[in-house]
C-alpha cells in the first residue's frame, strides 16, 4: 500500500483495478485500537461489501487502485525469497569467516531453508493460480472476438445502424485492450515468479515485451486474436481501425 496521509479522503470514492475496471466504492475502514489503518470495506456493484486488507489498496490522493491478490502475494514473495536468500549466503560467508561457530550456522542454515521451501511451495501454488487467470483471460478475448465478428456482421447487412455499430464497437475494442493488457500483466507475473523459484534475476517488464517483440516483430501486444476457424472482416469508411 503506498502512503496516504489521509484515507478518509476516499470514502465514497469509485475503486478500480489495475486494468480500469470498476471494483465498487470505499464504504468504510477498519482501524487497530492504536488508530492503525488496518482494512477496507468495498461495496460492490451488485450491493454486496468486502472487506480488503490495506496491501491490496494503492492510495493516489483520494484516488485508490485495486491490486489483485495475485499480484500483491506475487509481489510479497519476490521480495521475501530474494531476501532469504542473501541472509542465507550472509550466514555462509560468516561462517567461512569464522564469525559464527558451526553449530549456530546448522541451526540458523536449517531454519532459513525451512522458511525458504515453505515460500517457493506458496510461489508454486501461485503460479498454477495465475495459470487460471490467463486461461480465464485468453477465454474472455475468445469470446469478444466472437461478439466483435457478430457485430460487424448484423452491421454488415444493415441490422445495426451506424450509430449503435460505433457505440457497440467502441465497448468492446475497450474491453479487449484492458484483457489483453491484464493477460500480459499476468504472465509477466508468472515469469518472474518462476524465475524467482530458480533463482535467476526476474526480467523487468521493459525487458520481457523486448524479449517477445523480438522474438515476434509483428505482434502487437494489444492486438487481439481472432478465433478459429479465422474471419476476415472488412471494416465500412467510418475513421474506424479494422480488427
Known amino acids: 500500500m503506498s502512503q496516504n496521509p489521509d484515507p478518509f479522503l476516499s470514502l465514497g470514492k469509485q475503486i478500480k483495478d489495475e486494468y480500469g475496471c470498476p471494483i465498487g466504492k470505499i464504504a468504510s475502514f477498519a482501524l487497530t485500537p492504536g488508530g492503525k489503518f488496518d482494512a477496507v470495506f468495498i461495496e460492490q456493484g451488485d450491493g454486496k461489501f468486502l472487506r480488503y486488507s490495506l496491501e491490496h489498496l494503492k492510495f493516489d490522493g483520494a484516488d485508490v487502485t485495486f491490486i489483485s ?6 509481489n510479497a514473495l519476490c ?9 542465507n549466503q550472509a550466514l555462509k560467508e560468516l561462517l567461512e569467516k569464522k564469525k559464527i561457530s558451526s553449530e549456530l550456522y546448522e541451526e540458523l542454515h ?3 531453508d525451512g522458511a525458504l521451501n515453505q515460500l517457493k511451495t506458496e510461489a508454486q501454488s501461485l503460479i498454477e493460480e495465475t495459470d487460471k487467470e490467463i486461461a480465464k483471460c485468453a477465454n474472455e478475448i475468445k469470446e469478444l472476438n466472437y461478439a466483435l465478428v457478430h457485430l460487424e456482421l448484423e452491421h454488415e447487412i444493415g441490422k445495426i445502424d451506424d450509430q449503435s455499430y460505433e457505440t457497440a464497437f467502441s465497448i468492446i475494442q475497450e474491453n479487449l485492450k484492458r484483457i489483453n493488457t491484464k493477460k500480459n500483466d499476468l504472465e ?24 517477445e517483440t523480438a522474438e515476434f516483430p509483428t505482434a502487437s501486444p494489444s492486438a487481439p486474436e481472432l478465433p478459429e476457424p479465422p474471419v476476415i472482416v472488412y471494416v465500412k469508411e467510418m475513421g474506424k481501425a479494422s480488427i
Do not use: M, Y
Request: net charge positive; charged share 35%.
Open 79 to 87: 521480495d521475501q525469497i530474494p531476501l532469504l536468500w542473501r541472509k
Open 110 to 112: 536449517s531454519n532459513f
Open 188 to 211: 509477466l507475473t508468472k515469469n518472474k515468479l518462476t524465475n524467482i523459484i530458480l533463482g535467476e534475476t526476474p526480467k523487468t517488464v521493459e525487458q520481457e515485451k523486448d524479449k
Open 69 to 74: 491478490n495475485v499480484k500483491s502475494r506475487a
